[in-house]
């Protein structure tokens, strides 16, 4: 395969980590503006979804499940017409890929649930 950089090839296995962990930041910082917004602090069971789910994403623990259900939360809040990460719908786009890549890579490294 031919690579500009073929020695960082061996490192693939971090790369998901990376993903992990941004999501999940990313999850919790959105559940905690949500939480503290005085105008709409949005429902609780949501918050409390999103705290799931990055504190999920952020551990390893069901990773693919956690990100699957971070794909249908941001997608449901897209039909919806919710306010979705900031009110910045790239941002939203991103972690749904972000999301959509970890169902299909798995945890990666320093993960609790490890590929056998």
Same mark, same amino acid.
């Given at each position: 395969?031919?690579?500009?950089?073929?020695?960082l090839l061996s490192?693939?296995?971090?790369?998901?980590?990376?993903?992990?962990?941004?999501?999940?930041?990313?999850?919790?910082?959105?559940?905690?503006?949500?939480?503290?917004?005085?105008?709409?602090?949005?429902?609780?069971?949501?918050?409390?979804?999103?705290?799931?789910?990055?504190? %999920?994403?952020?551990?390893? %623990?069901?990773?693919?499940?956690?990100?699957?259900?971070?794909?249908?939360?941001?997608?449901a809040l897209k039909?919806?017409?919710?306010?979705?990460?900031?009110?910045?719908? %790239?941002?939203?786009?991103?972690l749904l890929f972000?999301?959509?890549? %970890?169902?299909?890579?798995?945890?990666?490294?320093?993960?609790?649930?490890?590929?056998?």
């Open positions: 395969m031919l690579s500009l950089f073929p020695a490192f693939s296995f971090f790369a998901p980590l990376l993903l992990r962990i941004g999501a999940g930041l990313a999850f919790l910082i959105v559940g905690n503006r949500r939480m503290r917004d005085p105008v709409s602090p949005g429902p609780k069971y949501l918050i409390a979804l999103e705290w799931l789910i990055g504190a %999920l994403l952020i551990v390893g %623990l069901f990773t693919q499940g956690a990100a699957l259900v971070g794909i249908l939360l941001i997608l039909m919806f017409k919710q306010e979705t990460y900031g009110g910045n719908t %790239l941002a939203g786009t991103l972000v999301c959509f890549s %970890l169902l299909a890579t798995g945890a990666g490294a320093f993960a609790i649930d490890l590929p056998l």
